[in-house]
Each structure stands twice: as structure tokens, then as C-alpha cells.
């Protein structure tokens, strides 16, 4: 079986390494529960966009809110990349990082005016503009800076991106962006605004997307309405088709960036729109497999023998120190996500409920896997580099982990674990 992550994770004998370090030895080194990131594979996932899209108007915006670390932010600055961000929170970052502004397109349903306003002074390169409501607060804001907001407006094409309901976004069912036969309206009104200046068109159907079609459809949505949009005087320059696709955590097969880039640069020439400016919004596919979640396995907790069939105290525990605090995926979506011991022990092993000390039966990891283990082992939980650190919290009082980025020979700490302390530093007695 190749590894979801290969060929930066790889297996060397017993022992499971990420771009040549031992994850037994960072584990020990710097202690449990740890995410280790490879800035190699974050750069090649990168590049495989970049190469597909070279000779093209184009930018590559990482989805910040996928893994926001700042050393993760500055990895794809230095290659040249822009930013999709979804906050004032994450627009701080991608400056702290040293990302340009001017490669920052701010996306979101909630913009709030102090926001519009961080990100104008700042000098984004458009708002993603999500709902006609935004319009109005928008021009105002701009008009009492005395500049013009870029804005694309992020159309719902309506088409199904056949994957998990919560991130499926594409729907006319979604909280997201303005319906497509509303949009010609809504650009009517952006291009009457003097604070406001149309730029483009954007869209994003979803997360985990493992095929192409559901792309191709939005894609010729959007070019529709470009083209509507365009007939009734309001140029467009960039279309923006969002990110969402999949990796491989078990055995799903997206498509590769590059097969997917490719298929849309084909579409955009066979419907004549071949030099237009094409942006992509990748979050998953640039972080995901780059990244594990190191944990160590506390307690084994065999399940009773005598007990009747079917009932749940027949089932043997792995209790291990990251809980669904560190990494909610499984509890959040029920996400299969890989679970390989860091180093291999012999014999086939016993099917274990992998789980977390966190007070909730949804904390679990992962579901019957078979491993061999003993207390003291160190497991790690692959595709952890993309939502796993970003949505991680502090329930139970745990403090959040530590982060941990290889780079060839080297090896940086990039974010210290987090103190106890500091959970309630800003609390106070009363
Ligand atoms: C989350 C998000 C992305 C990235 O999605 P992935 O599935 O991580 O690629 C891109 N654009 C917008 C607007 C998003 O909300």
C-alpha cells in the first residue's frame, strides 16, 4: 500500500519517516501531540499548480484557513503565491508572514466593516463579495477611505460537488455566495457604485472535491454569466474557480492538480476565453498530506470477552494523548483518516477504537483499525496538515499542540506548545 503523503512519508524498515525524519524521534524530541509539516511537500503540491498554469495570467491563492501557520504562510510567499483569506484575523497573518497584499483576495459571508476596512488599507487585491447585502457597506467604507474597493462577486453556479454536505458549498441550498440568476442584477448594481470596481468573477463548489466534472459545470456557469455580464458593459477581468479539490486519505483518487488545471485552461480556450486571468483557491491539496499528527498511546483498554454480540463493551480502546481538541475531523465529519504506528512492531496486531482522553464518546480518531501497539508506542495520524491545527481548541483545558516544520536537513519548531497559563491569562476572579 503507498502512504497517503508518499513520497514525502515514506516507511524506512520499521520506522516512519517524513522527508527523511524519523517521526519516533520528533515525537520524543519534542513531545506529544505534535503536527509535523514537510515544507518540500507543501512546495511540490505548490509547483504541480504553478507548472500547469505557466505561460498563463494567473495566481495561485493558498486557502489560509487550511493550515495558517505562519512558517506554512511564508512557504508559499517566498514561492510567489497569493492568499485566500477569510478573516482580518487571517489577512494579520499573511502580512506577518510577508505574504504582498496584493495577492489577497478576502472571501467570507460575514465580512464586518472594520474588516472591509483593514483589508482596504491594507490594499487587497479584490474582496470576494458573497451576498448583494455586502454591496452598499462595502462602497461606504471605500468612499470614506477615498479609494475604490475591488470586487468579484462569488456567484453559487448550483451544481452538486458530490461530496460530504458540510463542505459542499456549491448548492443553491448553501449559505454561499449570490445566486447565478441573480448575479447579472448584482454586477448592474456593483458597477453603479462609485466606491466599487468589478474585477472579476468567482466560485467555489465545495471541499474534497474528487472529480472533475463538477469544475467543468461550474466553470461554464461562470462563463455564461461572464459573458452576459460582459455584454452588458462591465468588464471582467480574472475568473476565480475556487479550490476545493480532494486528496487521498484512504483510497479516494482525485485528480491531480495538474489534470485539473489542465482540463480547465482546455475549457476556457475551447469557449474563447483562453487569455483571461485564471485564479485557483487550493487549501487541502497544497497542505494536506504534507502533514501528520504525532500521538502517543497511553492505554490499551481490551474489550470483554464474555460480553453479549453487538454490544459496544465488546470493543478495545487505544487511548492515546491527541483528542478530538487537536484533530476534528473524525468526530466533525466521521473523516477516515490513516492511523500507522511510527515504528512497526511485529505480529498482525488487535482492532483497536483509537480515542482520545477528551470527555465526549464522539472523541475518536479512528475506528477499528488493526494495529500491533503497546503503551509508549507513538502513532501517527496521516493528512493531518490541513484542517487539523486550524480548527484545533482548547475543550477540556487541553493546550493546543505543538508545531513542528522539516525542511531538507533542517528542522524548526514553528509554533511552542501551548502553556496552561495562558488558557486563562485573560481571565479574571471576580
Ligand atoms: C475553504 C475555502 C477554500 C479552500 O478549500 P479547500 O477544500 O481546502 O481547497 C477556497 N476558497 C474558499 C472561498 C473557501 O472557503
Known amino acids: 500500500m503507498t502512504l497517503p503523503g508518499a513520497p514525502f512519508l515514506a516507511r524506512r524498515g520499521a520506522g516512519l519517516e517524513l522527508d527523511g525524519h524519523s517521526l519516533d524521534e520528533l515525537a520524543r524530541r519534542f513531545g506529544t501531540p505534535l503536527f509535523v509539516y514537510s515544507r518540500r511537500a507543501m512546495r511540490a503540491a505548490f509547483d504541480a499548480y504553478e507548472q500547469a498554469l505557466r505561460g498563463r495570467p494567473h495566481l495561485v491563492c493558498y486557502a489560509v484557513k487550511a493550515n495558517s501557520n505562519l512558517a506554512v504562510l511564508q512557504t508559499f510567499a517566498r514561492a510567489g503565491g497569493g492568499f485566500d483569506i477569510v478573516s482580518a484575523g487571517e489577512l494579520a497573518r499573511v502580512l506577518a508572514a510577508g505574504g504582498e497584499p496584493a495577492r489577497v483576495v478576502f472571501s467570507g459571508v460575514g465580512k464586518t466593516r472594520a474588516e472591509m476596512r483593514q483589508a482596504l488599507q491594507a490594499g487587497v487585491r479584490c474582496f470576494n463579495v458573497e451576498s448583494e447585502g455586502e454591496l452598499a457597506p462595502l462602497n461606504e467604507v471605500a468612499l470614506e477611505l477615498g479609494v475604490r474597493a ?32 441573480k448575479a447579472l442584477v448584482a454586477y448592474r448594481l456593483a458597477a453603479a457604485l462609485p466606491g466599487l470596481q468589478v474585477v472579476g468573477i468567482d466560485c467555489h463548489i465545495g471541499s474534497q472535491i474528487t472529480q472533475v466534472a463538477p469544475y467543468l459545470d461550474a466553470l461554464d456557469r461562470l462563463l455564461d454569466l461572464v459573458e452576459a455580464v460582459e455584454a452588458a458593459g462591465i468588464a471582467i477581468r480574472h475568473v476565480d474557480v475556487g479550490g476545493g479539490l480532494g486528496i487521498t486519505y484512504t483510497d479516494e483518487a482525485p485528480p491531480a492538480a495538474s489534470d485539473l488545471v489542465a482540463r480547465i485552461l482546455e475549457r476556457l480556450d475551447a ?17 494536506g498530506n504534507a502533514g501528520v499528527l504525532l500521538t502517543e498511546v497511553l492505554y490499551l483498554k481490551a474489550g470483554q470477552d464474555d460480553s453479549a454480540e453487538g454490544d459496544d463493551s465488546a470493543r478495545s480502546f487505544c487511548v492515546v494523548d491527541a483528542a478530538m481538541n487537536d484533530l476534528v475531523r473524525p468526530a466533525m465529519y466521521q473523516a477516515f483518516m490513516a492511523i500507522e504506528p511510527c515504528v512497526r512492531r511485529p505480529g498482525a496486531g488487535t482492532t483497536w477504537d483509537v480515542v482520545g482522553p477528551v470527555c465526549e464518546s464522539g472523541d475518536w480518531l479512528g475506528r477499528d483499525r488493526r494495529l500491533a501497539v503497546q503503551p509508549g508506542d507513538m502513532l501517527a495520524v496521516l493528512s493531518a496538515g490541513a484542517y487539523g491545527m486550524t480548527m484545533a481548541s482548547n475543550y477540556n483545558s487541553r493546550p493546543r499542540a505543538a508545531e513542528v516544520m522539516v525542511d531538507g536537513d533542517r528542522v524548526h519548531l514553528i509554533r511552542k506548545r501551548e502553556e496552561v497559563s495562558t488558557l486563562f491569562a485573560d481571565e479574571r476572579l471576580t
Not at 150 to 177: C, E, M, Q, W
Open 271 to 287: 469557449r474563447g476565453h483562453g487569455q483571461r486571468e485564471v485564479l485557483f483557491e487550493p487549501g487541502r491539496s497544497l497542505v
Open 150 to 181: 475591488p470586487v468579484s462577486l462569488r456567484v453559487n453556479p448550483d451544481v452538486d460537488a458530490r461530496t460530504h454536505p458540510y463542505i459542499s458549498t456549491g448548492l443553491k441550498a448553501n449559505k454561499f455566495g449570490i445566486a447565478h440568476d
